[in-house]
């Protein structure tokens, strides 16, 4: 075929699909592409050149088979085609149709040939009539290519498309064919396949080139193709297989995996397809090569930026999230502080409706969930390649460890992670730990052991100090006896887990908690701002500056109503939040194990002190949990009752118990008043969602035994924690012990229990009502002086004569003090009407140790001065406008007070009564009983023994005052050097040598257990009675009755 008929071959093609008049031709060609291309001097094919010189340095290296030829015959050319432009679309069609001609093309017979197939067909047949296919894929495939490079339109992404289109179209012909395939079909086929991959690979390493793109950007070019799905794998499998055993497979596909993992850091849950990289990446990662090797696994891991190490250690845990290649495809994030586009897409407008939230967050978590889920996938086929399972456990540790200042009060947002991305670590932690890694396999001894990629040495520990736990550390690698062997990948994955919810889910739970504070405080503050209106408006200075504060604040409270939203999306997530509980559920039976309790049938640990491996972990385990659980309790209580939960909350409760029950293992006072918080926090008083779990704790084996006594004991050792909050802290803490006994009392086997233990246990439950006396006194105190300021202030400002004299700062400042007047008051009264309550149904069962010499004459005194309070002549000073704004109910208040009474009724009792010179009147019960007939308050029989103390009262009142002796002048040595009162029962303390009476130092000692004297060590046993030097007071009394 003649230049003039190839020439018209091409038109004819190139018309079908709507193109120019293009002129290129070809003479009989010899030769193999890939061949010329490797060797020839024009191998290096630029198509962005002009056409002619381009097919000119073509022609130089096709010629025919014959060498003489070479010689004799005139190198053939092929003419530029002309600038017509093509699509994309027909540019495939062009190749996919010349491949689909060929497919129709019979060796016995020309009847259903295309006419210009068999002109091209006749070109390449030797002087034989033998057809030279592989000449004639390479002039085909080639013609195509150069075709597209006069294409201004054309890219590599297209070229790369075509012969993608190419390799399938010959790939799938053999197995569409119903008929049987004769041998020239499938030589065609696989000569097809083979110069598709040759063209191919010759573009990725920059043989070829397309116009002014790089080999990076030809590589940018297939990273589209096959995150698109358009790309055939089988082609890229060829070129891979065809490149392993060279140096190009590591310059192709290194920029090829930089260029994916730059397509994954731009993608976010708002894209269609969220995880398309992350399954590219899935799929080249488990691709195995003949000797079953995963290459791009080997690829990754000797990248530089696999595991970035060398960057500024300030700012470690914000650096290598955007350097390291993996976390590149793991930063999908619904938070907006991380991504702006969640924020403009589903949360840019305000107002939006319970179902529109529901329905967005559903969205939101199912794309999270999916690329988590391949994020998951990704790391445990790096895990299971033997020979990346160091590097990929070596890049989790690099990732908390440089996250440890997450778990600061102030963090610099900056220098750590996003909340995005850890979230999603820990997501794949659980994935790899949760149902995989039972208790049982998890070494006890890893925090410890001296080659562990967690540092555990900086933090507090449950038990033991820093000192004795690295003494102990010491011990154990000086033991000949202990071995240590290298972590078993179950240990370090559950110790990994435990650290990422430390520094994933606690450090936004406690973000979430302030920015709802800050969203509440912000909301008031513009409420003030609005309500003050009408005031500020006349001032016209004043005015433009509220007007521009008001919408600041305005605008500013609008952000963070929209990052609260973003945040719930990934806070709130139930299947996050049920894998957190499901996996303390597991480490709940470790730490169990760990102090030595038995896991299968529930009770407390066997020794007093705990093991050292106990002893010596981290505190931040157990904190962790308490706070994770009461965020859970607050905002997500469904979750408990969950089916899959139930197991994981029992061994949850089973620890939360065990640790309340056996404050010995629990150095930190606040962590063991955190654990009673999440009591507090279910209790049904508080949390009506928690019903079930509730019930739970309170009807444990070891609850119903031990929980009410280990509260008391340790409502009296929270009086001293070390602390600078120490005075204020023990209210709040003190006030949720005794809602959880409100609620324990009414169950009958922690009554019988508790009555039990305070009548066997006789010193605590002394040091227990010795300081709920101290309590009540204390902040019923405080409660009566708050409501006589307030009733003062809100006097005076309805009063408008003597308000209107006072100048404007005095009126702030009274507004202020009236303010704060009225916090403290609601404060004290709650926790003073709860510990008045306790007395009240306490003292109606156990009455005898409330009337100990020590205890009684306290309570007695305490009882009166409230109780003249509430009847007395004064009593009008404690009245307020809106009480219940403050909490306070003198009916109810009235009502307790006088039922201790009643309870406590005997003669002991009527003595310390009279014996209380400072608030006992003889009008004290005629006005109590005045005020509990107007309220309506008690029962004809309850008075009637209200009356009948009373009367006994009174009757000791006036024996004594007809027998009294006046004992003033009693010489020094015979009086209490604290107290300066005669002493009736003198007692030496060892401890400093003086002289104290009975009554007076034991009083001491149920408040703090040392020598006032010299604060050394003092228990009651230690006193030594003074027999002689009582004797002296005795006879001295005698002598002053004479």
């Given amino acids: 075929m ?17 193109g120019g008049n293009g002129e290129s031709g070809a003479k009989k060609h010899s030769g193999d592409f890939s061949q010329s291309s490797a060797d020839s001097g024009a191998a290096d094919l630029h198509l962005s050149t002009p056409a002619s010189s381009q097919t000119q340095s073509l022609s130089q290296s096709a010629t025919k088979p014959s060498p003489e030829s070479m010689d004799t015959e005139e190198k053939p050319s092929i003419p530029a085609p002309a600038s017509a432009i093509l ?23 020309r009847d259903n040939i295309l006419p210009d197939i068999v002109q091209i067909m006749d070109t390449f047949k030797d002087a034989d009539g033998i057809l030279n296919v592989k000449m004639m894929l390479d002039y085909i495939l080639l013609e195509v290519v150069m075709y597209s490079a006069n294409n201004l339109q054309v890219t590599s992404e297209l070229v790369l498309a075509s012969l993608s289109s190419c390799y399938q179209t010959a790939s799938k012909f053999i197995f569409s064919q119903k008929k049987s395939v004769s041998a020239i079909e499938v030589e065609i086929v696989n000569e097809l396949k083979e110069k598709a991959a040759v063209v191919t690979l010759l573009l990725l390493d920059g043989t070829i080139s397309i116009k002014d793109e790089s080999c990076l950007s030809v590589s940018m070019s297939l990273v589209k193709l096959l995150i698109k799905k358009t790309f055939e794998w089988n082609l890229l499998c060829t070129i891979i297989s065809q490149t392993l055993a060279t140096s190009q497979f590591v310059s192709i596909f290194t920029p090829f995996m930089m260029n994916l993992m730059e397509c994954a850091s731009k993608l976010s849950l708002v894209d269609e397809n969220p995880d398309s990289c992350l399954k590219t990446l899935t799929d080249l990662i488990i691709f ?19 595991n970035p190490t060398n960057i500024a250690q300030d700012s470690r845990g914000g650096e290598i999230q955007k350097l390291s290649f993996l976390a590149s495809f793991m930063s999908f994030s619904t938070f907006a502080e991380d991504t702006v586009q969640v924020v403009d897409k589903y949360f840019s407008s305000d107002g939006q409706d319970a179902r529109y939230l529901n329905d967005t967050y559903v969205l939101l978590r199912n794309s999270l969930r999916l690329v988590r889920l391949q994020m998951s996938e990704t790391i445990l086929n790096i895990l299971r390649y033997k020979e990346s399972r160091s590097s990929m456990i070596s890049l989790l540790a690099n990732f908390l460890e440089s996250n440890s200042k997450r778990t600061q009060m102030q963090v610099e947002e900056d220098k750590v992670s996003k909340d995005g991305f850890m979230l999603n670590l820990l997501s794949c932690l659980y994935d790899l730990c949760i149902d995989k890694i039972p208790y049982t396999k ?76 800050v969203i509440k405080e912000l909301s008031n503050v513009i409420k003030d701002l609005e309500r003050s209106k009408a005031v500020w408006q006349a001032n016209p200075r004043i005015k433009s500056r509220n007007e521009k504060i008001l919408k600041k604040w305005t605008s500013q409270l609008a952000r963070l109503k929209k990052a609260q939203l973003c945040a719930d999306a990934s806070v709130l997530d139930p299947e996050l939040l049920t894998k957190t509980l499901r996996f303390y559920g597991t480490m709940s039976l470790f730490l169990l194990s760990q102090a030595g309790c038995n896991t299968v049938l529930p009770n407390l640990p066997p020794t007093s002190e705990p093991p050292m491996k106990f002893s010596a972990l981290p505190e931040y385990i157990v904190d962790d949990m308490a706070d994770f659980m009461l965020f859970l309790i607050q905002n997500m209580p469904a979750t408990l009752a969950a089916t899959e939960c139930s197991k994981p909350v029992y061994d949850i409760i089973t620890l939360l118990v065990t640790l309340i029950c056996s404050p010995a293992y629990i150095k930190n006072p606040y962590l063991l008043a955190k654990l009673v918080e999440v009591m507090f926090t279910a209790n049904p008083s508080i949390q009506n969602s928690t019903n079930e779990f509730c019930r739970q704790i309170y009807e444990h084996p070891i609850a119903l035994d031990h929980l009410m006594a280990s509260l008391m004991i340790f409502y009296v050792d929270i009086e001293s924690t070390g602390s600078h909050n120490e005075f204020f802290d023990k209210f709040s803490i003190r006030y949720q012990i005794s809602v959880i006994f409100k609620t324990l009392w009414a169950n009958p086997s922690h009554k019988s229990q508790f009555i039990s233990t305070a009548n066997a246990a006789k010193s605590d439950f002394t040091r227990f009502v010795n300081m709920l006396t101290n309590d009540t006194t204390f902040l019923l105190d405080e409660s009566m002086d708050s409501l006589k300021t307030i009733n003062e202030l809100q006097t005076l400002m309805n009063n408008p004569t003597e308000w209107d004299k006072l100048s404007r700062e005095t009126q702030q400042s009274k507004q202020k003090h009236l303010a704060q007047e009225e916090r403290q008051c609601r404060s004290y009264l709650t926790l003073g009407s709860e510990t008045v309550e306790m007395f009240r149904y306490l003292t109606e069962y156990i009455c005898k140790p409330f009337l ?8 007695a005194a305490m009882l009166n001065f409230n109780l003249k309070q509430l009847c007395g002549p004064k009593c009008k000073n404690l009245k307020v406008m809106n009480s219940q704004k403050y909490g306070w109910e003198p009916k109810r208040l009235l009502d307790s007070l006088t039922a201790i009474y009643i309870n406590l009724d005997c003669e002991v009792f009527a003595a310390a009564l009279a014996n209380d010179e400072r608030s006992y009147h003889r009008d004290l019960f005629p006005d109590a009983l005045s005020k509990m007939k107007i309220a309506n308050i008690k029962s004809s029989i309850e008075i009637e023994k209200f009356v009948n103390l009373g009367k006994a009262v009174d009757e000791i009142v006036s024996s004594k005052a007809q027998t009294d002796i006046d004992l003033s002048d009693a010489p020094d040595e015979f009086k209490d050097p604290v107290m300066d009162t005669l002493m009736t029962d003198p007692v030496r303390l060892p401890t400093s040598n003086m002289v104290m009476d009975r009554k007076n130092i034991l009083r001491q000692l149920l408040n703090k257990p040392e020598d006032p004297f010299n604060r050394k060590c003092l228990r009651e046993e230690d006193l030594i009675d003074e027999t002689e030097l009582k004797s002296q007071i005795e006879q001295w009394i005698r002598s002053r009755q004479k």
């Fill in 87 to 109: 699509s994309s679309t027909q540019i495939n069609q062009l190749i996919v149709s010349t491949i689909q001609d060929l497919m129709e093309i019979k060796l016995d017979g």
């Fill in 2 to 18: 003649d230049e003039k008929t190839a020439d018209e071959v091409r038109k004819k093609r190139i018309a079908k699909l709507g």
């Fill in 288 to 306: 195995r090569d003949a000797s079953n090797r995963q290459p791009f696994i080997d690829l990754i891991i000797a990248f530089d930026n696999w």
């Fill in 852 to 859: 100990i010499p020590e205890l009684a004459d306290r309570l």
């Fill in 442 to 517: 998890v070494d006890a001894f890893y925090p410890f052991h001296p080659c562990r990629k967690l540092k555990m040495n900086d933090c507090a520990r449950l038990k033991c100090t820093d000192s004795e736990a690295e003494k102990w550390m010491q011990s154990l690698s000086n033991d000949s006896s202990k071995q240590w062997t290298e972590p078993t990948f179950s240990t370090e994955c559950f110790f990994f887990t435990m650290r990422a919810i430390s520094l994933c889910i606690l450090p936004n739970i406690k973000k979430n908690n302030r920015r709802l504070r």
